[in-house]
């Protein structure tokens, strides 16, 4: 019985090989992704001549570039991108914190009625947006005011006068009620993320702390939270990506023009009976620009979380 031992030359070259389709295989699924930014930013920079008049993804002649759309999508969309870093950022701190303050309580600590607060806060994922926009709106518009306005009057009315009236038209009582929205409904997905990664948490860790006399406050803020950083770097992106893209709370909530948020700006610039397609992509551009960086910045604590 013979033995056959294969030549390394042959062996080399067919690990170049498959190196070589991986590197192929990577080339396309680069291209295919990054296919639309591109016709995106070439068409940005053409004048609406130019775009009839070429393809899409080709770049701009000397003659058909400009930055005229460029100008025109910062210009209506600068004020709408400050509203949405005012009311995005403190919903995702918010929803974050309070989804890890939700999900320590879930799951290191034994309590009655765990399961089932755990299975209604469970069950907050899976209401549709659709489904509370009228009693969303009734809420911020109608029960609320009410609420205040009774309840300072009455209580306050020798200092108010007796009519004193929630500022409901105020611009920004709107971004915060729009950004108090958000932190509540993100608020169960990050609840869920922060509690499959404590399970992973050791136990054993947990319980020698707790025979040391550590509080359930002190477990969590010297073990808990440190250990919950690559899961923090998880939920604020996520969460701040869903709030920052978000037109039909914003749509509901926000009806003051100087209070509108990047998305509203974004689809009064693509409206229209005449389309400006290069007016168009130049906003879509300037509008994805803040997720797009805070992906760029914590790309790498996003994988490191997802991994863990």
Same mark, same amino acid.
Request: net charge positive; no cysteine; glycine share 10%.
């Given at each position: 019985m013979s033995t056959s031992t294969r030549n390394p030359i042959e062996s080399l070259r067919d690990m170049e090989n498959s190196r070589i389709g991986l590197y192929v295989v990577l080339l396309f699924g680069i291209v295919f992704y990054l296919f639309p930014m591109e016709t995106a930013v070439m068409t940005m920079f053409k004048t609406q001549t130019e775009f009839v008049e070429t393809v899409p993804f080709a770049p701009p002649s000397p003659d058909g570039f400009t930055l005229g759309a460029l100008m025109t999508a910062w210009n209506t969309l &600068?004020? $709408?991108?400050? *509203?949405?870093?005012?009311?995005?950022?403190?919903a995702t701190i918010f929803s974050a914190m309070a989804g890890s303050l939700a999900a320590y309580g879930l799951t290191t600590i034994s309590? &009655?009625?765990?399961?089932? +607060?755990?299975?209604? +806060?469970?069950? @907050?994922? !899976?209401?549709?947006?659709?489904?509370v926009l009228v009693p969303l709106a009734q809420f911020w518009y109608?029960?609320?005011?009410?609420?205040? *306005?009774?309840?300072?009057? %009455?209580? !306050?009315?020798?200092?108010?006068?007796?009519?004193?009236?929630?500022?409901?038209?105020?611009?920004?009582?709107?971004?915060?009620?729009?950004?108090?929205?958000?932190?509540?409904? @993100?608020t169960p997905m990050c609840t869920l993320l922060f509690r499959s990664y404590y399970k992973g948490i050791s136990d054993e860790m947990i319980e020698a702390a707790r025979l040391d006399g550590a %509080?359930?406050?002190?477990?969590?803020? *010297?073990?808990?939270?440190?250990?919950?950083?690559?899961?923090?770097? +998880? %939920?604020?992106?996520?969460?701040?990506?869903? +709030?920052? *893209?978000?037109?039909? !709370?914003a749509l509901v909530l926000v009806n003051e023009p100087a209070s509108q948020v990047a998305t509203q700006r974004l689809a009064a610039l693509t409206g $229209?009976?005449?389309?400006?397609?290069?007016? %168009?992509?130049?906003?879509?551009?300037?509008?994805?620009?803040p997720t797009l960086l805070?992906?760029?910045? !914590?790309?790498?604590?996003?994988?490191?979380?997802v991994a863990e």
């Open positions: &600068r004020p $709408g991108l400050i *509203n949405s870093m005012l009311m995005a950022i403190p309590w &009655r009625g765990q399961v089932a +607060v755990f299975s209604i +806060v469970l069950a @907050g994922i !899976f209401i549709p947006y659709q489904a109608q029960i609320l005011p009410d609420l205040m *306005n009774g309840f300072v009057n %009455t209580a !306050f009315g020798f200092i108010t006068g007796g009519n004193w009236t929630y500022p409901i038209r105020s611009g920004y009582m709107q971004l915060l009620q729009l950004s108090i929205t958000h932190a509540a409904y @993100g %509080t359930a406050f002190s477990i969590y803020k *010297n073990i808990i939270l440190p250990l919950s950083l690559p899961m923090f770097a +998880v %939920t604020l992106i996520y969460q701040f990506t869903q +709030v920052y *893209n978000d037109l039909l !709370f $229209g009976v005449v389309q400006s397609f290069n007016t %168009t992509m130049a906003g879509a551009i300037v509008a994805a620009l805070v992906y760029i910045f !914590f790309g790498e604590q996003f994988a490191k979380g």
